[in-house]
Every structure is written in C-alpha cells, then in structure tokens.
C-alpha cells in the first residue's frame, strides 16, 4: 500500500469527522483491487449530511493536493462516491449502507487504522 495513500485516508476520515460522518471504516482493497488501495466508508445522517462530508472531504483533500477523479451520487446525496485513485470514499445515508453492505462485500479485505480528533468531553459528563 502506498504511503500517500494512508495520508490521504487521514485527511478524508478528519474532514468525514469534522462534518459529523459516522460508522467510519476503512478497508485495505489493495490486493483484490490493484486500481485502489483503500475505500473508506463513512454514513451521513441526511441528504444534506451526506453531500456536505463529501464536500468536506473533496476540498480537504483539494487542499491537500489530491485531485478528484470522478464523483458519482452527488445529484441524489444517497451514496456519493469521490475516487482520488488509491483512495475512494464511500459516502452513504444510513439506508443504504445498510442495503449495500459494502463491509460485507469487502468482508476478507483488512482494515486500516486512521485517528480521528479528540473532543473535550461534555461538562455533563462530570455531573
């Protein structure tokens, strides 16, 4: 797996993050999928949810100096798909992920370990 490929992962899962993705998960396709390295598969609570992570992660990894290939799904916002070349991003509405099941599908692939930011904890937590 190529090294700018996990960096590329990092960026996309703290923008996912940042805009309130969920589920996040990241698979190591490499090996059954010599045209990718890591799909990383993130739930979006909305339409809107959806295509705001996608957008999030687009123009962090704009910044970043990735270019976006090709993106599908942006029009209906159920499953946006941004493919930067070793990195495709699975955005999904929580219905279709569960449909899809890409985990599923991509069962025997492993996974690969990203770090998300820490939060500061809720005061009431301390009530």
């Known amino acids: 797996m190529n090294p700018s490929s996990v960096d590329m992962l990092q960026t996309a899962a703290t923008a996912a993050d940042k805009m309130g993705g969920e589920d996040l998960?990241?698979?190591?396709?490499?090996?059954?999928?010599p045209l990718a390295?890591?799909?990383?598969?993130?739930t979006g609570r909305s339409e809107r949810n959806v295509a705001a992570i996608s957008d999030e992660i687009e123009r962090e990894l704009h910044q970043a100096g990735h270019k976006l290939l090709r993106r599908e799904g942006k029009a209906q916002g159920r499953w946006i798909l941004c493919d930067?070349?070793?990195?495709v991003v699975h955005v999904f509405h929580r219905e279709e992920r569960e449909y899809y099941g890409l985990e599923r599908l991509w069962k025997d692939c492993p996974t690969v370990p990203f770090e998300?930011?820490?939060?500061?904890?809720?005061?009431?937590?301390?009530?």
């Open 25 to 33: 998960v990241a698979l190591d396709v490499s090996v059954p999928m």
């Open 37 to 42: 390295d890591i799909f990383l598969v993130v």
């Open 116 to 127: 998300l930011p820490t939060r500061p904890s809720d005061a009431s937590d301390f009530a």
């Open 84 to 87: 930067f070349g070793d990195l």
